[in-house]
Nanobody
Framework: QVQLEESGGGLVQAGGSLRLSCAAS????????MGWFRQAPGKEREGVSTIRIEDGSMLYADSVKGRFTISADNAKNAVYLQMNSLKPEDTAVYYC???????????????????????WGQGTQVTVSS
């Protein structure tokens, strides 16, 4: 059974930074794709960023480009989301997802289609105050 555990959320002022972590209980971590999604109150869950572990390819939503950075540590079976220059509109519960799938590498699939991911963590709250 695959388990994903997020951590690192919290309360931060606008302009501040947070680093989210997601630990995955899987073997052969490098063959998966790991993504970060978020869901704000009253809104649908949206893709933020994703990384293909095997070759380090990354995708970002336009709303976070230049501010967020995704990375992975194969030795720790973990993926991270460094969030800088945070804005109040970044406030949401952040979820990490794991995908066994292989597919065309574009935001259309990997950030817009949640069904690409097979497992999800329980989420971590990020609150950005103005």
């Amino acid at each position: 059974q695959v388990q994903l555990e997020e951590s690192g959320g919290g309360l931060v002022q606008a302009g501040g930074s947070l680093r989210l972590s997601c630990a995955a209980s899987v073997r052969t971590f490098k063959y998966y794709t790991m993504g970060w999604f978020r869901q704000a109150p009253g809104k649908e869950r949206e893709g933020v960023s994703t990384i293909r572990i095997e070759d380090g390819s990354m995708l970002y939503a336009d709303s976070v480009k230049g501010r967020f950075t995704i990375s992975a540590d194969n030795a720790k079976n973990a993926v991270y989301l460094q969030m800088n220059s945070l804005k109040p509109e970044d406030t949401a519960v952040y979820y990490c997802g794991l995908s066994f799938l292989k597919g065309y590498w574009s935001t259309t699939y990997w950030l817009d289609v949640q069904d690409m991911y097979d497992y999800w963590g329980q989420g971590t709250q990020v609150t950005v105050s103005s």
